[in-house]
Nanobody, 119 residues
Framework: VQLVESGGGLVQAGGSLRLSCAASGSTFSINVMGWYRQAPGKQRELVASISSGGGSTNYADSVKGRFTISRDNAKNTMYLQMNSLKPEDTAVYYC?????????????WGQGTQVTVSS
Protein backbone atom coordinates (compact mmCIF):
# COMPACT_ATOMS: atom_id res chain seq x y z
CA VAL A 1 0.00 0.00 0.00
CA GLN A 2 1.38 3.38 -0.96
CA LEU A 3 0.29 6.46 0.96
CA VAL A 4 0.88 10.02 -0.22
CA GLU A 5 0.04 12.97 2.01
CA SER A 6 -0.57 16.52 0.87
CA GLY A 7 -2.00 19.75 2.20
CA GLY A 8 0.52 20.71 4.83
CA GLY A 9 1.95 24.19 5.10
CA LEU A 10 2.35 27.31 7.19
CA VAL A 11 -0.71 28.90 8.77
CA GLN A 12 -1.36 31.44 11.48
CA ALA A 13 -2.90 30.45 14.79
CA GLY A 14 -6.66 30.20 14.46
CA GLY A 15 -6.42 29.24 10.82
CA SER A 16 -7.36 26.04 9.01
CA LEU A 17 -5.73 23.41 6.85
CA ARG A 18 -6.97 20.23 5.21
CA LEU A 19 -4.65 17.29 4.85
CA SER A 20 -5.22 14.55 2.31
CA CYS A 21 -3.84 11.03 2.13
CA ALA A 22 -4.19 9.16 -1.14
CA ALA A 23 -3.89 5.39 -0.85
CA SER A 24 -3.09 3.03 -3.68
CA GLY A 25 -2.43 -0.66 -4.03
CA SER A 26 -4.68 -1.78 -1.19
CA THR A 27 -6.60 -5.04 -1.37
CA PHE A 28 -7.61 -4.96 2.29
CA SER A 29 -11.37 -4.72 2.62
CA ILE A 30 -11.04 -4.35 6.38
CA ASN A 31 -8.74 -1.57 7.46
CA VAL A 32 -8.27 1.37 9.74
CA MET A 33 -6.69 4.61 8.60
CA GLY A 34 -5.35 7.33 10.80
CA TRP A 35 -3.33 10.48 11.17
CA TYR A 36 -0.35 10.64 13.50
CA ARG A 37 1.93 13.55 14.22
CA GLN A 38 5.41 14.02 15.56
CA ALA A 39 6.75 17.28 16.89
CA PRO A 40 10.50 17.88 17.33
CA GLY A 41 11.78 16.05 20.37
CA LYS A 42 8.49 14.29 20.98
CA GLN A 43 7.12 10.84 20.30
CA ARG A 44 4.76 10.19 17.44
CA GLU A 45 1.18 10.38 18.63
CA LEU A 46 -2.21 9.39 17.26
CA VAL A 47 -4.29 12.36 16.17
CA ALA A 48 -7.35 10.62 14.75
CA SER A 49 -8.42 7.34 13.19
CA ILE A 50 -11.32 6.12 11.09
CA SER A 51 -12.73 2.69 10.28
CA SER A 52 -13.14 1.14 6.84
CA GLY A 53 -16.63 2.44 6.26
CA GLY A 54 -16.08 5.71 8.07
CA GLY A 55 -18.67 4.96 10.71
CA SER A 56 -16.26 4.88 13.61
CA THR A 57 -13.80 7.65 14.44
CA ASN A 58 -11.45 8.33 17.29
CA TYR A 59 -9.67 11.55 18.28
CA ALA A 60 -6.92 12.60 20.63
CA ASP A 61 -8.28 14.78 23.42
CA SER A 62 -6.08 17.64 22.28
CA VAL A 63 -7.85 17.92 18.90
CA LYS A 64 -11.44 17.04 19.76
CA GLY A 65 -13.82 19.68 18.51
CA ARG A 66 -11.20 21.20 16.21
CA PHE A 67 -10.18 18.40 13.83
CA THR A 68 -12.39 16.18 11.71
CA ILE A 69 -11.26 12.97 10.04
CA SER A 70 -13.10 11.57 7.03
CA ARG A 71 -12.55 9.28 4.09
CA ASP A 72 -13.84 8.88 0.57
CA ASN A 73 -13.45 5.22 -0.35
CA ALA A 74 -14.44 5.88 -3.95
CA LYS A 75 -11.35 8.08 -4.22
CA ASN A 76 -9.21 5.99 -1.86
CA THR A 77 -8.48 9.15 0.06
CA MET A 78 -8.56 10.14 3.71
CA TYR A 79 -8.78 13.69 4.97
CA LEU A 80 -8.07 15.65 8.11
CA GLN A 81 -9.81 18.98 8.39
CA MET A 82 -7.96 21.06 10.97
CA ASN A 83 -9.63 24.18 12.31
CA SER A 84 -8.68 26.61 15.08
CA LEU A 85 -5.07 25.58 14.74
CA LYS A 86 -2.69 26.27 17.60
CA PRO A 87 1.10 26.58 17.66
CA GLU A 88 1.22 23.29 19.57
CA ASP A 89 -0.29 21.57 16.52
CA THR A 90 3.00 22.17 14.72
CA ALA A 91 4.41 18.79 13.69
CA VAL A 92 5.01 16.43 10.82
CA TYR A 93 1.72 14.68 10.11
CA TYR A 94 1.79 11.08 8.92
CA CYS A 95 -0.87 9.01 7.24
CA UNK A 96 -1.23 5.48 8.60
CA UNK A 97 -3.00 2.45 7.13
CA UNK A 98 -3.58 -0.84 8.94
CA UNK A 99 -4.99 -3.66 6.87
CA UNK A 100 -6.49 -6.79 8.44
CA UNK A 101 -6.21 -10.15 6.72
CA UNK A 102 -6.64 -13.59 8.26
CA UNK A 103 -6.04 -12.30 11.80
CA UNK A 104 -2.80 -10.57 10.75
CA UNK A 105 -2.24 -6.83 10.64
CA UNK A 106 -0.25 -5.07 7.95
CA UNK A 107 0.81 -1.50 8.63
CA UNK A 108 1.91 1.17 6.20
CA TRP A 109 3.04 4.78 6.58
CA GLY A 110 3.19 7.82 4.36
CA GLN A 111 6.23 10.06 4.09
CA GLY A 112 4.72 12.84 6.20
CA THR A 113 3.72 16.43 5.59
CA GLN A 114 4.84 19.41 7.65
CA VAL A 115 2.27 21.58 9.40
CA THR A 116 3.56 24.76 11.00
CA VAL A 117 1.30 27.05 13.01
CA SER A 118 2.68 30.47 13.82
CA SER A 119 1.58 32.47 16.85
Amino acid sequence: VQLVESGGGLVQAGGSLRLSCAASGSTFSINVMGWYRQAPGKQRELVASISSGGGSTNYADSVKGRFTISRDNAKNTMYLQMNSLKPEDTAVYYCNFVGLLRLAQYEFWGQGTQVTVSS
